[in-house]
Antibody, heavy 117, light 110 residues
């Protein structure tokens, strides 16, 4: 079974860049599957950020596309999220996810990122 | 933009009862693209149902999903204590590819 683990700074300053990495185990990131990032502000619902395929294809939430980049490192079997110009509204638990059949199948445990000075 | 509206916002039931959770789409959505998730406090969401009616790996048959037009339903039979949680529906749309979620239904113990 696929396992995912997020890592990265838990605190980012306003206007800075949020950077997270997702380590994948149990499956090659080069398998025939897309890989996503999803976030959840404290006490609120889920928001899909975007997805990537190992060959480099990406799709982003239209509301975030100008600030987000998702990339892959196949040699390390991991993928990453960068979000620039962050504000307090970007404070959330960030999850990395292995996509399934038009669904989000396997989830990491999530990591809380707080945007504050 | 297709919006998913879940109802009720909160559902209070007792163990052993059955729960019916609704998810209504503002426009036509293929049942292929509809999923349901369970989330417990402090935990990541867990995929329950994909393609509107297919149980994900390891999901007990007490959970079932159905579709009728723009209305999607998750039924949980014989509620167990561990079933009390937040539930989200999700749609996939394209182009461009995008996943969106309903606002959630909280299933609480009565």
């Amino acid at each position: 079974q696929v396992q995912l683990q997020e890592s990265g700074p838990g605190l980012v300053k306003p206007s800075g860049t949020l950077s997270l990495t997702c380590a994948v185990s149990g499956e090659s990131i080069s398998s025939d599957r897309w890989w996503s990032w999803v976030r959840q502000p404290p006490g609120k619902g889920l928001e899909w950020i975007g997805e990537m395929y190992h060959s480099g294809g990406t799709n982003y939430n239209p509301s975030l596309t100008s600030r987000v980049t998702i990339s892959v490192d196949t040699s390390k079997n991991q993928f990453s999220l960068k979000m620039n110009s962050v504000t307090a509204a970007d404070t959330a638990v960030y999850y990395c996810v292995a996509n399934g059949y038009f669904s989000l199948e396997y989830w990491g445990q999530g990591t809380l990122v707080t945007v504050s000075s | 933009e297709i919006v998913l509206t879940q109802s009720p916002g909160t559902l209070s039931l007792s163990p052993g009862e059955s729960a019916t959770l609704s998810c209504r789409a503002s426009q036509s959505v293929s049942s292929t693209y509809l999923g349901w998730y369970q989330q417990k406090p402090g935990q990541a969401p867990r995929l329950l149902i994909y393609g509107a009616s297919n149980r994900a790996t390891g999901i007990p048959d007490r959970f079932s999903g159905s579709a009728s037009g723009t209305d999607f339903t998750l039924i949980i039979s014989r509620l167990e204590p561990e079933d009390f949680a937040m539930y989200y529906c999700q749609q996939y749309t394209r182009p461009p590819p995008e996943y969106t979620f309903g606002q959630g239904t909280k299933l609480e113990i009565k």
